[in-house]
């Protein structure tokens, strides 16, 4: 008796860690500033923007709203973009651009026509075009990205918009952009040819040789008329499901690589994290689906690349994104997540584009504010400068859809050398158990102190209202070691920490 109890003794510590493992879970983040993927282009904090509904007339330009400026757009979402710094906008792009006619949208905006718009069966006014646009994206300090017809629209029209913008010698649409008042040429570098080109739904959709064979004549004479220019091809947008089981979305991206190599800088990828479940850990596992959209497609560079020996690199503009609806606290996490991919392929990813730029913020009859999509947003394109770290994390994983061996915690680094600093993202997708994390620092050491940024909302549908903050950023000073920080991230949450990096 006396030998169990002993043996009962020795065994019941071990017996109740286990048991206790049940409720707490560690994990390590290990971070060495040498060990680095690529520098992050600022062009990853874009949007896009295409006149569905109030996206662009009532949201962005409406002279008649007490919140408009003198030349009709709304002041208030002016200031706000300012503050979430978007860096470039995609225009018109969406299903909309493929029955698009620029010309309509230049000139005396009393002789402008409404068109039909079957994309979204509207009437398009063409009182916001080329010229509004341009101006738009110079008051909130973004970079304009146009995109060409690949479907009703013709080379002509892709290269005369060129000229339109890009030359200044004495040409007639760049004497028609002068007679409209705007005598310096605009000098618009990125362009994009098509959009969606693959997808039966679109105006104008084609097989990928008949589209090669617009894309190829279209980029060559747009970069006839302004050699300076960059270029964007139409990757696919079509991937397999039930509704098109003959799909070939891996073909699509080869061919168009292939057919199109010299003359095209990016590939585009569309990508929306749709909520099509309402189990938590599947609608989480849509992570999986980015990267491994990402990935394959930077092999398909990598081998079009290496295949025919291209000097210049090719790039991704993952150009259409969004969130599910609405823009609620668990939302807001999966923006972090799309921010993250686009961190941790640094390397390949150059640009990437918010669905809508309107929908970075909530409007009302009192203005726009900001929801948790807005709060996300901001943190990564106001902080997340510099170098992209190839960080290990050792931590739980999960399955959960078509994918296995997911990790709970989704951490992205990087490294501003310029202020000396370490940048962590952190995302626990753990949905009911926090994750205690030891956080390692491998090249030098950290300073005394860091900032930590948290996403803090009461529960995961949690939004904001014109009069409540449900969702907001908080900020808290912590200690940190001299090469180990030992921090505890919640359920379902997300954290920026900054740290001060000594070399």
Known sequence: MRKAIICWALLLPILLQAQDAKFKTGATIKIDVDRTIGEVSPNIYGAFLEPIKRTVYGRIYDPRSPFADEDGFRKDLITLLKELKVTNVRYPGGNMVSGYNWEDGI????????RLELAWNQVDSNQMGTDEYIKFMGKIGAENILCVNAGTGTVDQARHWVEYCNTDRGTYYAGLRRQYGHPEPYKIVHWGIGNEVDGPWQMGYKSVEDYCKFALEAAKLMKWTDTSIRITASGSANYFNDEFPDADWIKWNRTVLTELRQYIDYLSIHRYWEDKTKDYYTFMSGAEDLEEKI?????LIKEVS???RLKKRVYIAFDEYAVAIPPNYLNGICLAQYLNAFIRHADVVKQANYTQLSELAADSKSGFYKTPISHVFQLYSNNCRGTSLDIQVLCDQ???GLYKHIPYLDVTALYDRSQKRVVLNVVNRNKDQAITADILSQTGGWGPRATVYILDGK??????????SNVSVKQQSITVGKDR??????PHSFYQLILEQKE
């Open 107 to 114: 000139g005396p905006k009393d002789k402008r026509p409404a």
């Open 295 to 299: 990935g394959i497609t930077a092999s």
């Open 306 to 308: 290496t295949k025919y």
């Open 398 to 400: 999960f399955d959960a």
């Open 459 to 468: 529960d995961l549908q949690a939004t904001n209202s014109p009069d409540q």
């Open 485 to 490: 920080l030992t921090y505890t991230f919640p």
